[in-house]
């Protein structure tokens, strides 16, 4: 993913118009800008301040073509809106601000499944990274508060925790996980597209790229959307996993209060024999309010 952004007079914006409509591209609504255009390999927008930004995948030829048309010779990119500052160094540059997206508890029988987004810039995003915030696989379980306590006092974010019940309820209804999991990723986006301005969001790709796209609503629609494996290489995705943790971890400890049995995580020996116990000392119907009923697990006990 490269970017080109370029501050111009408003007065341009029309002349520039124009090259995309003769370029093909299909105009869609974007939130503070005066037009968007998009076609395979890039997306353009033209905000109301005056910056212009192009980004995709094919960025080079169509920043030297516009160039050429507006008969300048900037070939510049503003390093302000692009930087790499991913964890592993190996990333392809994505533009600030940008929006990550990931969850916690999808494997877990017991507890929640949460989902969080995390908006970073080029100012926190280092501030994360320097504070050591990486996947939350690759981060103890004791640190997790330290670092979801930085990543709230620094960035725009949202949680989406879908306790047992509702997660049961939905679950039902669409009987498809990664269904679920587009309608929290969706959500998580929205959230933070209210509070904040943004184009640009990435997300770990779980199915079908077209689940997300069309769970989302009116601003999600105007925003950039990649979906790639392993994305929390990506510190906005890294910071979202950190998050969706922290969130999973303390309704795990809050539902080992309620019950007086500490409640193991994934879906072990152990997990059966914890939630056999819930199911005898309480009920069935008990057991619904704290566990995933679609496991197989569910239906052992």
């Known amino acids: 993913m490269n970017c080109y952004s370029k501050k111009f007079d408003i007065s341009l914006q029309t002349k520039l118009k124009k090259f995309f409509e003769d370029d093909g ?15 395979a390999g890039y997306s353009a927008v033209f905000y109301n301040t005056g910056k212009f930004l192009i980004q995709g995948s094919n960025v080079s030829s169509i920043t030297q073509r516009v160039e050429e048309y507006l ?23 994505r533009p600030f601000p940008r929006i990550g997206v990931d969850e916690s508890g999808k494997g877990d029988f017991f507890g929640p499944l949460v989902i969080a987004g995390v908006m970073v810039d080029s100012t926190n995003a280092e501030i994360l990274i320097n504070a050591g915030v990486k996947d939350c696989k690759k981060v103890d379980d004791k640190n997790i508060n330290k670092l979801a306590a930085i990543i709230k006092n620094n960035c ?17 209804k ?11 990723h969706a959500r998580a986006i929205e959230n933070i597209l209210q509070k904040a301005q943004c184009s ?9 790229e077209k689940l997300i796209e069309n769970a989302l609503l009116k601003l999600g629609k105007s925003i950039t959307l990649e979906q790639r494996c392993k994305a929390e290489s990506d510190i906005a995705v890294a910071a979202a996993s950190i998050l969706a943790r922290a969130h999973f971890l303390a309704a795990i400890s809050d539902i080992s209060k309620k019950y007086g049995i500490q409640i193991p995580k994934g879906a072990s020996q152990k997990v059966v024999d914890t939630a056999a116990f819930i199911k005898n000392n309480y009920s069935k119907e008990e057991l619904k309010n704290a566990v995933k009923t679609h496991f197989k697990t569910f239906e052992q006990i």
């Open 200 to 208: 640009y969001a990435l997300s770990d790709k779980f199915g079908d």
């Open 71 to 93: 008969n300048i010779n900037t070939n510049v990119t503003d390093k302000k809106e692009v930087s790499n500052l991913s964890i592993t160094g190996n990333e392809p540059e």
């Open 25 to 39: 591209a299909e105009f869609v609504p974007q939130q503070s800008a005066i037009w968007r255009a998009k076609k």
């Open 174 to 184: 669409l009987k498809n996980l990664n269904r679920l999991l587009a309608w929290g």
């Open 156 to 172: 725009v974010f949202s949680v989406i925790t879908i306790n047992p019940a509702k997660y049961n309820e939905l679950y039902s």
